[in-house]
């Protein structure tokens, strides 16, 4: 099946978002190994957590592992 075209109100829509969050993306270009470490360690603990409360598959895989995902505060 072929992929439908974007309306322009699609692609503005996109490229409002897109340049909404070029700062973030930006400032974390520059940002050392060691910070940017951090934040895709803290992005995956998220992540983890919202599926442990979020899904009912996860939360049993966790559980059944002995894995705690409590939400932590940011350090």
């Not at 692609?11 to 050392?32: C, H, I, K, N, Q």
């Amino acid at each position: 099946m072929p992929l439908r075209r974007f309306s322009a109100r699609e692609y503005l829509v996109d490229f409002v978002g897109t340049m909404a969050s070029r700062p973030v993306y930006v400032r974390r270009e520059w940002l050392s190994r060691e910070r940017l470490d951090a934040f895709a360690l803290d992005r995956t603990r998220v992540m983890a957590t919202f599926a442990a409360t979020h899904v009912p598959l996860y939360r049993d895989l966790y559980r059944a592992a002995g894995v705690d995902v409590a939400p932590r505060h940011a350090r």
